[in-house]
């Protein structure tokens, strides 16, 4: 084989589907959506097409959804409005297992002098609830709250939490990045205010995304300029990656059912043949309530930085549960946050399927996955 790909948390493969969509707006309807004239207003015409697609897979209605850049442009237009509309209210609620994405914005503006409550997580990586009610007060301007964790794949109880919030009338956001296509969402019946979405985790194009308003909910743009969008996010749009997301949308809502059953049963099979193989490793974060397509196991004294590399080398593509990739000795936060043992935090794996993964690529990583393991160990400097 000469990749096994299960890297799909980080980014998917485009759809044949999506490319086939995306190409007569790259070649020859090259048209600005903003023109008075014909050639222009059939582009138009896809974008609100688009538009009816993304906002018909989350139960929202079209008019509740601006397309942005990223999942990162959508989360920091999200918070940024939230606390811009409100300046009276200066405290913000988000949890220990964000994605950087908002942590480092929550983290900017406590530079500003705001108040941020970051929650924390049990050994399951699971919310504490009871701290996340009594952190609710009047001077709260935002929850945001991420839908699935991308490390682990815990899906958290986000109907309650928006509930909660608008109890005490305060905004709620969920970064949905990891959720969307993976897991049920319905706006229609959930309080949520504002949802962050990324096309590229769903076999879209990388370089757009989506954000929901809910009608009615004060909105301050973060890109400013022209009209559109509503007037809520100005530049001229990218009309081959928007049609692109609304074709993955469409897709991913005729499929949705189906999908989770499948991928889920090989997310099974590929973790049951991996710690039934390998001793002294454990799987982390709620193998109960988690996202069909991810699991991340810890292997006890070997560094995850090395299981990627002699894992490359098979032609498997993987991550680490660990930031040692990116030059830390530390482990990730979300690991760090959930408890996990040092000699077991180090060596942790993520691995995340998707609609394209196949029951022969499972059955290469549990043939060979094992081996890498027994030789790193050893050679680990680590006590057995």
Same mark, same amino acid.
């Given at each position: 084989?000469?990749?096994?790909?299960?890297?799909?948390?980080?980014?998917?493969?485009?759809?044949?589907?999506?490319?086939?969509?995306?190409?007569?707006?790259?070649?020859?309807?090259?048209?600005?959506?903003?023109?008075?004239?014909?050639?222009?207003?059939?582009?138009?015409?896809?974008?609100?097409?688009?538009?009816?697609?993304?906002?018909?897979?989350?139960?929202?209605?079209?008019?509740? =959804?601006?397309?942005?850049?990223? *999942?990162?442009?959508?989360?920091?237009?999200?918070?940024?409005?939230?606390?811009?509309?409100?300046? /009276?209210?200066?405290?913000?609620?988000?949890?220990?297992?964000?994605?950087?994405?908002?942590?480092?914005?929550?983290?900017?503006?406590?530079?500003?002098?705001?108040?941020?409550?970051?929650?924390?997580?049990?050994?399951?990586?699971?919310?504490?609830?009871?701290?996340?009610?009594?952190?609710?007060?009047?001077?709260?301007?935002?929850?945001?709250?991420?839908?699935?964790?991308?490390?682990?794949?815990? =899906?958290? %109880?986000?109907?309650?939490?928006?509930?909660?919030?608008?109890?005490?009338?305060?905004?709620?956001?969920?970064?949905?990045?990891?959720?969307?296509?993976?897991?049920?969402? +319905?706006?229609?019946?959930?309080?949520?205010?504002?949802?962050?979405?990324?096309?590229?985790?769903?076999?879209?194009?990388?370089?757009?995304?989506?954000?929901?308003?809910?009608?009615?909910?004060?909105?301050?743009?973060?890109?400013? *300029?022209?009209?559109?969008? *509503?007037?809520?996010?100005? *530049?001229?749009?990218?009309?081959?990656?928007?049609?692109?997301?609304?074709?993955?949308?469409? &897709?991913?809502?005729?499929?949705?059912?189906?999908?989770?059953?499948?991928?889920?049963?090989?997310?099974?099979?590929?973790?049951?043949? =991996?710690?039934?193989?390998?001793?002294?490793?454990?799987?982390?974060?709620?193998? /109960?309530?988690?996202?069909?397509?991810?699991?991340?196991?810890?292997?006890?004294?070997?560094?995850?930085?090395?299981?990627?590399?002699?894992? +490359?080398?098979?032609?498997?593509?993987?991550?680490?549960?660990?930031?040692?990739?990116?030059?830390? &000795?530390? %482990?990730?936060?979300?690991?760090?946050? =959930?408890?996990? %043992?040092?000699?077991?935090?180090?060596?942790?794996?993520?691995?995340?399927?998707?609609?394209?993964?196949?029951?022969?690529?499972?059955?290469?990583?549990?043939?060979?996955?094992?081996?890498?393991? /027994?030789?790193?160990?050893?050679?680990?400097?680590?006590?057995?």
């Amino acid at each position: 084989m000469n990749t096994v790909y299960f890297d799909n948390n980080a980014t998917t493969a485009v759809a044949p589907e999506v490319l086939e969509a995306m190409l007569p707006y790259l070649r020859d309807l090259y048209g600005n959506p903003s023109s008075m004239h014909t050639f222009g207003g059939q582009v138009a015409s896809a974008l609100a097409q688009a538009r009816s697609h993304m906002a018909a897979l989350l139960g929202a209605e079209p008019e509740e =959804i601006i397309f942005t850049s990223c *999942g990162s442009e959508s989360d920091s237009t999200a918070i940024c409005s939230a606390l811009q509309t409100q300046p /009276e209210k200066r405290h913000l609620i988000t949890t220990r297992v964000e994605h950087p994405a908002i942590l480092n914005v929550a983290q900017h503006w406590e530079r500003q002098g705001y108040r941020v409550t970051y929650l924390g997580v049990d050994a399951g990586g699971r919310l504490a609830q009871d701290e996340y009610l009594q952190a609710l007060t009047d001077d709260t301007a935002l929850v945001s709250i991420m839908f699935a964790n991308n490390e682990v794949g815990n =899906i958290y %109880p986000i109907q309650r939490m928006a509930e909660a919030a608008k109890e005490r009338g305060v905004l709620f956001h969920t970064d949905a990045v990891q959720a969307v296509g993976k897991t049920p969402i +319905d706006l229609s019946h959930m309080p949520v205010d504002m949802l962050s979405l990324s096309g590229h985790k769903i076999h879209a194009p990388k370089g757009i995304g989506a954000l929901y308003v809910r009608r009615g909910v004060r909105f301050r743009p973060f890109l400013r *300029g022209g009209h559109q969008e *509503g007037g809520r996010r100005a *530049g001229t749009e990218n009309v081959p990656y928007i049609v692109g997301l609304g074709m993955a949308a469409q &897709l991913t809502r005729q499929r949705l059912q189906e999908e989770r059953i499948e991928v889920a049963r090989l997310r099974d099979r590929l973790e049951q043949g =991996i710690v039934a193989r390998v001793p002294d490793c454990m799987v982390n974060g709620d193998t /109960e309530n988690r996202l069909p397509n991810t699991t991340n196991i810890a292997f006890k004294n070997v560094e995850g930085e090395a299981i990627l590399l002699m894992l +490359d080398r098979l032609g498997i593509c993987a991550s680490s549960g660990s930031a040692c990739t990116s030059g830390s &000795l530390e %482990p990730s936060h979300v690991l760090r946050a =959930i408890g996990v %043992p040092f000699n077991y935090a180090h060596g942790s794996v993520r691995l995340s399927l998707s609609r394209y993964t196949t029951e022969k690529e499972v059955d290469y990583v549990i043939e060979h996955l094992p081996g890498v393991i /027994e030789k790193l160990r050893a050679i680990s400097p680590y006590k057995k």
